[in-house]
């Protein structure tokens, strides 16, 4: 997993919990890297898993609620750092549609051994996508967070609703009904 992944996730801790945080729940995991992360650097997705498990039992939020805060944190992060993934674009269902085919290809020319999940589109109108998230990691929360951040980006409102074809997350159905805009 690419160090931008974890800077970030380290730096939102530390705006919404404080620096003695981020310096328990490091402590706790045990970290092969010991939290020393380079934007650049590439780490074992289980220190992620260690980290988030540890902030989760710390503040009782659950992993899935901590993916959802992050992911609207990193959304910022990427339409900052890349304007031009998101700039091209004037509608959320066709940023959205576009990940498999443009994000991900342009993210993968920045960071090229990135480990990325795949989209597979099933189901595309203008107010409407159906797409199947596939990933080992398993960070779907991550992902609903993304999308809600993409609405919001362009003005707009949907209902996203989830189905997880494989019980541990892996495999998941996201229906995005687009509400306005």
Do not use: C, W
Request: proline fraction near 3%; aromatic fraction near 12%; glycine fraction near 4%.
């Amino acid at each position: 997993m690419k160090g931008i992944v974890f800077t970030e996730f380290l730096d939102l801790v530390e705006n919404k919990f404080g620096l003695a945080v981020v310096d328990k729940i490091i402590q706790q995991a045990d970290l092969p890297s010991q939290g020393a992360y380079t934007a650049i650097g590439t780490y074992n997705f289980s220190e992620m898993l260690s980290l988030l498990q540890h902030l989760s039992e710390h503040t009782q939020l659950s992993i899935d609620d901590l993916l959802l805060t992050y992911a609207e944190h990193f959304f910022a992060v990427l339409a900052n750092s890349y304007p031009g993934l998101i700039d091209k674009y004037n509608d959320p269902i066709e940023l959205l549609s576009s990940i498999e085919n443009h994000i991900h290809v342009e993210v993968q020319k920045i960071y090229p051994d990135a480990e990325l999940p795949t989209f597979e589109i099933i189901e595309k109108s203008d107010s409407k996508l159906v797409m199947i998230y596939k990933s080992s990691r398993a960070m779907y929360s991550f992902g609903l967070g993304l999308m809600n951040k993409t609405f919001e980006h362009f003005d707009s409102s949907a209902e996203i609703t989830f189905e997880k074809l494989v019980s541990d997350g892996t495999e998941v159905k996201f229906s995005i009904v687009k509400t306005n805009g």
